[in-house]
C-alpha cells in the first residue's frame, strides 16, 4: 500500500487491512493469549503506518469500524513508539462505563496495575497517579482539567475518541483542545497532537473544523448483515421487540446471542423481567436464555456479566441503551433488535423546560446498530420500523449541544476565560436563544452579571469549581449561608449518583414497607437525607441495605462523592456545619437553589403549574409526594413520558421562593 510521502499529508488515504501473525511489540510481561489477542485484531497490520502518520501530523481523524481495536490499541502504539514524549496521552469517552472498562483492559494489556502506567478519571473518581502516561477519561473531566490549565500542557496527545456522539462536553472539547493546540503552537510550547476518532461520523464536516486535517481510514473486519423492516409501524416497539426475540429464539439454534436496543433502564428492568417471565413459563425444549440488561447506572458487577462467554447449549440476549452502539464490543452478537428509539435530553429555551423524551434514531445510528451483527460472523437486524419510516430519520443525531440546556457550558467557558459564548468556535453553533436562555438561568442564579460583556461574579467562580450543575452548586453555596452544609452536602451527592432504592417488581409491597422508616411529607430530598443517616449509623452494614432495599453500591459511590465535595468546599474554607433536625432550613436552601424549579398546585385539581413555564405538570409515581398534595414544591428534573412528569420532589413555602428571586417573580409573590 502507498502512503502518502513527506510533503503536504493528502486529504484522504485508506489503509487496508488483512490478518497476519507477525508481533514486534511485546513487552515480554504480558500473557501470551493476550498478546496474541492484540495481534488478531484488525488494526495491527497498520500499527506501523498509524505511528508514522500520527508522527507528522498535528491533528487526524481516525475512521475504524467498532472492534477494529482503535481506542484500545491506538494510544498503546503510541506509548510504545514515545510519539508522546513521555508526557500523558489523554483518551477521551462520552460515557464513564467505557471509560472505566476500556482501562481496565488496557491495563492488563500492558501488565500494569490499573492506576500506574494506565488509568481513568471520570467524575468523582481519579484512579492515576504520578506515573500515569495513558489516561481514559470522560469528557466531562478533561473540560474541568482545562479550566485550571487552558493550554493542557500535561498532556502532549488528546484522543477525542467516539466523536460522532456529539455529547456538550465533547463539542465544547474540540473547540478547547483546538484553541489549546493554536495557542501552545504560538507561544513555541511542545507541540499538542489532537486524534479525532470514531466507527462512523461525517467526516468532510470534522475535517474543515479540524483546519482540513486528513482523514485515515482503517477497514476492520465488517461481515454482511441481513436488515429485516417491519411490515407496517408499530404501536408498542418494547411489546414488539420481545416478541421478536422469541420468534428468533424459537427458530435459530443456541449459542447465537441477541443484542436488544431499548431507551432506559426502567424500561430495560422491565422487558429483562417479562422475558424472564415469559422463559420460565416456555416449553421444556427450548434453549435456556440467560438475559443481562446493560445501560449506564447498572453497577460495574452487573455490567461485566454481558461479557462473559455464554454457556454451550444457551443463548444470551443483551437488553441495553445505545450505549451498547459503539462503546463496547460484546462478543458473539448474531441478531440485533433495533427498535429504533433513544432516550434525548430535549431543551426548549422559549419555556426553560429541560425534558428527558424518547426520540427516532439517526441513520447513522441505526447504522451502527445494525454492524454490530456482523463483528464476527454473517448476522441479521431485525428493525422494527418499517423501510419508509427509515427513509424519513433524520442522516445524523443532532448534536446535544443544540437540543440541551447550556448552563453548565456557559458557566465552564466563562471558567476558562472565554466571554464571547456567542462566537465562540462549536463545531455546530447551538441556537442563539438557548445561550441567551443559559446566560438568564445564571443571571437568576447570582453567578454572571451582564455589562458590556459577560462576566463571572465571585458567587460564579465559586459555583464553576464544584463538578455539578450549577442549581446544585448554587444550593451548596446557599447552605454554607445557612449552616446546614452538613445536610445539603449529603443530598447533592445521593442526587449526583444513580437511585440508591432498589424496588423489585417480585418484592414491591415488601420494599415499600420497608421504606416506610425513611419517608418524609416534607418530600423526597429529607427522605434521602433519612436513608443516608440510617447508613451511617449501621457503618455501611450490607444486611441493613438488603432488609431495607436499599443499593449498597450506589451509598458506596455517594458517600466517597460526599467526600469529594467536602474537599472541594474545605479548600474553599466553608464552615463544616449542621442544621441538626431543622428540616425547614434544608427545604429553604433548596427552594434558593432551584426556585426556577417550581411548581404550584392548581386550583380544584390534582395537577401542577411550573411557575417559569406555566406548563400542566404531575408529580411522578416513585416521589414519596405522589398521593400528597402539597401547594408548592420543587423538583429536579421534568420527564415527558405519557404525562410531564416531576421528579426528586421538596415541599417548599412560597415566601421562600419570592426571597430567592423577587425579579424572577416579578415581585409578585407566587401564590398571590
Known sequence: MRMPDDGPP?????????HRSTYDGNNGYVPEKLQQERRNLPIYPAKGKIINQIQRLDTAILIGETGSGKTTQIPQYLLEANVNKNAIIAITQPR?????????????????????RVGYCVRFED????????????????????ILDPLMKRYSIVILDEAHERTIHTDVLFGVVKQAQARRKSRGIRPLKILVMSATMDVDHFSAYFNAAPVLYLEGRQYPVQVYYAPEPQSDYTFSSIVTLFQIHRVEPPNKDILMFLTGQEEIESAVRTIRDITRSAEENMAPLIVCPLYAALPSYAQLKVF??????????????????TSVTIQGIKFVIDSGVVKAKVFNPNSGLDLLKVV???????????GRAGRESAGSCYRLYTEQEFEHFSDNTVPEIQRCNLSSVVLQLLALGISDIINFDFMDKPSTESIIAAVHQLHNLGAVVKEISIKLTPVGRQMAAFPLEPRLSKTLLIAKENNCLEEILTIVSLLSVDSVLVTPQSKREEALAARQKFVSSE?????????????????GSKEWCMENFINQ????????VRKQLYDICERMEFPRKSCGNDTATIRKCLAHGFFMNAAELQKDSSEYTSLSSRKTVSIHPSSVLFRCKPAYVIYNELIQTTKCYMRDLCVVDPDWLYEAAPIYFKRKKPGT
Open 10 to 18: 493528502s486529504k484522504k488515504f485508506r489503509y487496508t487491512v488483512q
Open 308 to 325: 462473559k462467554p455464554t454457556p454451550r447449549g444457551c443463548r444470551k440476549v443483551i437488553v441495553a441503551t445505545n450505549i451498547a452502539e
Open 127 to 146: 484512579v492515576t497517579s504520578e506515573n500515569t502516561k495513558i489516561k481514559y477519561m470522560t469528557d466531562g473531566m478533561l473540560l474541568r482539567e482545562a
Open 553 to 560: 453500591r450506589n451509598m458506596k459511590t455517594a458517600t466517597e
Open 96 to 116: 464513564r462505563v467505557a471509560a472505566i472498562t476500556i482501562s481496565q483492559r488496557v491495563a492488563e494489556e500492558q501488565g500494569t496495575e490499573l492506576g500506574q
Open 360 to 370: 427516532k434514531v439517526s441513520k447513522a445510528q441505526a447504522l451502527q446498530r445494525t
Open 523 to 539: 418530600g423526597d430530598h429529607i427522605m434521602l437525607l433519612n436513608i443516608y443517616k440510617g447508613y451511617k449509623a449501621v457503618k
